[in-house]
């Protein structure tokens, strides 16, 4: 099992920045990907940034393309994601997924394919 708990989120006016954090903890040698999903009141969860774990492969939401950035620090099995240009339509809860024991070559954007998620961390940009 994995365990992933999100850390970071807060309050900002428009054209401000956030970082997030994702720790995860557990069995940890068994991680494929790691992803950042988010969900707005009223909405469906939908899909942000994933990588897989390995390095090489990222997937990005068109919406954020070149505002937000995925990384990670393996020795600190810890994922970020930095929000740049933040916008009041970016805010949402915003959970982090691990995808475990998978045989991946691209980093995954659907929901069903994580195993383990976070309980969110609440986002709010001010316009």
């Known amino acids: 099992q994995v365990q992933v708990v999100e850390s970071g989120g807060g309050s900002v006016q428009a054209g401000g920045s956030l970082r997030l954090s994702c720790a995860a903890s557990g069995r940890t040698d068994s991680l494929s990907a790691m992803g950042w999903f988010r969900q707005a009141p009223g909405k469906e969860r939908e899909f942000v940034m994933a990588m897989l774990w390995s390095g090489g492969s990222t997937a990005s939401k068109d919406s954020v393309k070149g505002r937000f950035t995925i990384s990670r620090d393996a020795a600190k099995n810890t994922m970020y994601l930095q929000m740049n240009s933040l916008k009041p339509e970016d805010t949402a809860v915003y959970f982090c997924?691990?995808?475990?024991?998978?045989?991946?070559?691209?980093?995954?954007?659907?929901?069903?394919?994580?195993?383990?998620w976070g309980q969110g961390t609440q986002v709010t940009v001010s316009s």
């Open positions: 997924a691990a995808s475990v024991d998978r045989q991946l070559g691209v980093a995954r954007t659907q929901a069903a394919e994580y195993d383990s």
